[in-house]
């Protein structure tokens, strides 16, 4: 059942005539359709944004911008970006994002702390990863080491490989050559939880 404004407004944390006018943007965009005076009747809308013969963005009804398709990820926990904390693995919602940045098996995590704030990763954003086992040196990962999760950029060489945090205050984390370490995931993207439409 989709949610009232005033019921998007409370799970935000904002006022109702503030979420009325996020949605009322969202639905001149395209994003959303909804039926005026029915409380529940918001509609994603999905439309492909580039049509396939020319490369252009498609040209939708009422002159409309494309609008890309969406698809949900699951959000499953949160995630530390300082010391590692232990990964909550139940699915706390869904996130909408482009199809063509989903490829593959794709999860959300919201993030804790400040270890990664340089590569604009803040306390609260959500971390866009896809599931992957492997990864290359330089890329940001989510791993779980030693029964803990962490996002850090990962750094191999031929003697050691250390979880780098991108914040000076922090040192990186060390893998001694018996550690228990598996990367989850490759972060794609970082969306702002504050952040509104």
Same mark, same amino acid.
């Given at each position: 059942?989709?949610?009232?404004?005033? !019921?998007?407004?409370?799970?935000?944390?904002?006022?109702?005539?503030?979420?009325?006018?996020?949605?009322?943007?969202? !639905?001149?965009?395209?994003?959303?359709?909804?039926?005026?005076?029915?409380?529940?009747?918001?509609?994603?809308? =999905?439309?492909?944004?580039?049509?396939?013969?020319?490369? &252009?963005?498609? /040209?939708?009804?009422?002159?409309?911008?494309?609008?890309? &398709?969406?698809?949900?990820?699951?959000?499953?926990? =949160?995630?530390?970006?300082?010391?590692?904390?232990?990964?909550?693995?139940?699915?706390?919602?869904?996130?909408?994002?482009? /199809?063509?940045?989903? /490829?593959?098996?794709?999860?959300?995590?919201?993030?804790? %702390?400040?270890?990664?704030?340089?590569? =604009?990763?803040?306390?609260?954003?959500?971390?866009?990863?896809?599931?992957?086992?492997?990864?290359?040196?330089?890329?940001?990962?989510?791993?779980?080491?030693?029964?803990?999760?962490?996002? &850090?950029?990962?750094?191999?060489?031929? /003697?050691?490989?250390?979880?780098?945090?991108?914040?000076?205050?922090?040192?990186?984390?060390?893998?001694?050559?018996?550690?228990?370490?598996?990367?989850? %995931?490759?972060?794609?993207?970082?969306?702002?939880?504050?952040?509104?439409?």
């Amino acid at each position: 059942m989709p949610p009232t404004v005033q !019921e998007i407004a409370e799970a935000l944390g904002m006022k109702t005539p503030s979420a009325h006018e996020q949605v009322k943007k969202m !639905e001149q965009k395209g994003f959303l359709q909804r039926t005026p005076r029915k409380p529940r009747s918001i509609k994603i809308v =999905e439309r492909p944004a580039v049509d396939d013969a020319s490369g &252009k963005l498609a /040209s939708p009804r009422k002159g409309k911008p494309g609008v890309p &398709k969406l698809k949900p990820i699951p959000i499953i926990g =949160e995630v530390a970006a300082g010391v590692p904390i232990l990964a909550v693995e139940n699915q706390v919602g869904e996130l909408l994002i482009e /199809s063509s940045l989903a /490829s593959g098996p794709c999860f959300a995590l919201k993030v804790r %702390g400040d270890s990664m704030i340089d590569a =604009e990763i803040n306390d609260g954003d959500i971390v866009i990863v896809r599931q992957q086992a492997l990864a290359e040196n330089g890329d940001i990962v989510v791993a779980m080491l030693e029964g803990e999760a962490t996002v &850090k950029r990962l750094h191999i060489s031929e /003697s050691v490989i250390q979880l780098r945090p991108e914040n000076r205050s922090y040192k990186p984390i060390e893998v001694p050559p018996d550690g228990n370490i598996r990367i989850l %995931g490759k972060v794609l993207a970082v969306r702002g939880w504050e952040a509104g439409p």
